[in-house]
């Protein structure tokens, strides 16, 4: 099988395009060339390209590069900077997936004749009784990445490959240093690739969209305070308020980037809700309602819930089980089965 292996420079993916060649298959490298700009942290460093091609040697394999910078600035950056110019909080990377390493990257793999795209994502292509695809959760809880690759769904699957998704990341790193890869301790990459760690978020988004100072008011609309930038406030958010210390504990429950820009606080309990509303709603094998559990962030718990349609399979209304802090507008929100192992689809959390 000819195997068109996204490497990103980092141990996951270095030992998934081993793992492949090891079982016999035709593998091709491919690192994808995203951001333009500065770069530093992420995915996106030119340090990650030749670590990339370098392993891809060390391999024997071949290794090729696609600039897909428009797209990206396109389906991720311009995205991230208009979701914070109206007070959603974004998630790029998910974006990034959907856009790039999913329907992109799959797209020049057919047009090229390869058989299959494989990521080194720690989640796992599973099989149900019908012998239909499940996308289902990494061995390694602890690294489980199925919440980031949702949008993957059954006829996309049959053309995905998740190598590494059986193993735990220390098996990762050992299958990498037996190997003598360059990258056996590399560390994980965590942050955002077009924010420096230099410049910060505040830097970016500054030199893109003007940032508004806001009032900070309290549930009952008495202002308290003022933050320099709505744009970098998010739901929950308890720091850099610009409130005074002392007091009791003040979250942030709700942001508004209109014409009157200000910032609702409040304790724990004003943050709670019966229920979230998901737009933009994908699945992998189409709609499903009743008893699930969802995950609002890359490595929160799941929690029981019920998912219910509003008018079409593409927005849902989730209804907790018991009160859930506010998820973020912006922010992904996934379905599993209620066994907790295999996706079912996922979202937005809407506003």
Same mark, same amino acid.
């Given at each position: 099988?000819?195997?068109?292996?996204?490497?990103?420079? !980092?141990?996951?993916?270095?030992?998934?395009?081993?793992?492949?060649?090891?079982?016999?298959?035709? +593998?091709?490298?491919?690192?994808?060339?995203?951001?333009?700009?500065?770069?530093?942290?992420?995915?996106?460093?030119?340090?990650? +390209?030749?670590?990339?091609?370098?392993?891809?040697?060390?391999?024997?394999?071949?290794?090729?590069?696609?600039?897909?910078?428009?797209?990206?600035?396109?389906?991720?950056?311009?995205? *991230?900077?208009?979701?914070?110019?109206? /007070?959603?909080?974004?998630?790029?990377?998910?974006?990034?997936?959907? %856009?790039?390493?999913?329907?992109?990257?799959?797209?020049?793999?057919?047009?090229? !004749?390869?058989?299959?795209?494989?990521?080194?994502? %720690?989640?796992?292509?599973?099989?149900?009784?019908?012998?239909?695809?499940?996308?289902?959760?990494?061995?390694?809880?602890?690294?489980?990445?199925? *919440?980031?690759? %949702?949008?993957?769904?059954?006829?996309?699957?049959?053309?995905?490959?998740?190598?590494?998704?059986?193993?735990?990341?220390?098996? +990762?790193?050992?299958?990498?240093?037996?190997?003598?890869?360059?990258?056996?301790?590399?560390?994980?990459?965590?942050?955002?690739?077009? &924010?420096?760690?230099?410049?910060?978020?505040?830097?970016?988004? !500054?030199?893109? &969209?003007?940032?508004?100072?806001?009032?900070?008011?309290?549930?009952?609309?008495?202002?308290?305070?003022?933050?320099?930038?709505?744009?970098?406030?998010?739901?929950?958010?308890?720091? !850099?308020?610009?409130?005074?210390?002392?007091?009791?504990?003040? *979250?942030?429950?709700?942001?508004?980037?209109?014409?009157?820009?200000?910032?609702?606080?409040?304790?724990?309990?004003?943050?709670?809700?019966?229920?979230?509303?998901?737009?933009?709603?994908?699945?992998?094998? /189409?709609? +499903?309602?009743?008893?699930?559990?969802?995950?609002?962030?890359?490595?929160?718990?799941?929690?029981?819930?019920?998912?219910?349609? &509003?008018?079409?399979?593409?927005?849902?209304?989730?209804?907790?089980?018991?009160?859930?802090?506010?998820?973020?507008?912006?922010?992904?929100?996934?379905? *599993?089965?209620?066994?907790?192992?295999?996706?079912?689809?996922?979202?937005?959390?809407?506003?």
């Amino acid at each position: 099988m000819r195997v068109l292996v996204g490497m990103s420079g !980092g141990v996951d993916s270095s030992v998934a395009a081993a793992l492949l060649a090891e079982e016999g298959h035709e +593998v091709v490298g491919v690192t994808m060339r995203l951001w333009g700009g500065d770069s530093d942290t992420g995915c996106c460093s030119v340090a990650d +390209v030749d670590d990339a091609r370098r392993v891809a040697q060390q391999l024997g394999l071949d290794h090729v590069v696609f600039n897909f910078s428009e797209d990206f600035e396109a389906n991720v950056v311009e995205p *991230y900077v208009s979701a914070h110019a109206e /007070g959603i909080t974004p998630n790029p990377c998910i974006e990034c997936n959907r %856009h790039l390493k999913f329907d992109r990257l799959s797209e020049r793999a057919r047009v090229l !004749g390869f058989d299959a795209v494989a990521t080194g994502h %720690h989640a796992r292509l599973e099989r149900d009784d019908h012998g239909r695809p499940r996308l289902a959760r990494g061995a390694d809880r602890d690294k489980d990445q199925s *919440y980031v690759v %949702h949008m993957v769904d059954a006829a996309e699957l049959e053309h995905t490959l998740f190598p590494i998704g059986h193993m735990t990341k220390s098996e +990762v790193r050992e299958h990498a240093r037996r190997l003598g890869l360059r990258t056996a301790g590399k560390p994980d990459s965590q942050d955002v690739c077009f &924010i420096t760690s230099t410049g910060g978020r505040e830097r970016f988004l !500054g030199d893109r &969209i003007p940032l508004r100072s806001a009032r900070v008011v309290d549930t009952d609309g008495r202002t308290l305070g003022e933050v320099p930038s709505v744009e970098m406030v998010t739901i929950g958010q308890r720091r !850099g308020l610009g409130l005074p210390g002392g007091g009791p504990l003040r *979250y942030v429950v709700d942001v508004v980037a209109d014409e009157d820009p200000h910032v609702v606080v409040g304790d724990g309990s004003d943050l709670l809700r019966d229920s979230v509303e998901v737009a933009a709603v994908t699945w992998v094998d /189409g709609p +499903v309602e009743g008893p699930v559990r969802v995950q609002v962030s890359a490595h929160g718990p799941a929690s029981p819930a019920e998912c219910v349609a &509003i008018g079409s399979s593409d927005r849902v209304e989730v209804r907790w089980a018991e009160p859930q802090r506010r998820v973020a507008p912006g922010q992904s929100v996934v379905f *599993y089965d209620v066994d907790d192992r295999w996706v079912l689809g996922g979202g937005v959390a809407a506003r």
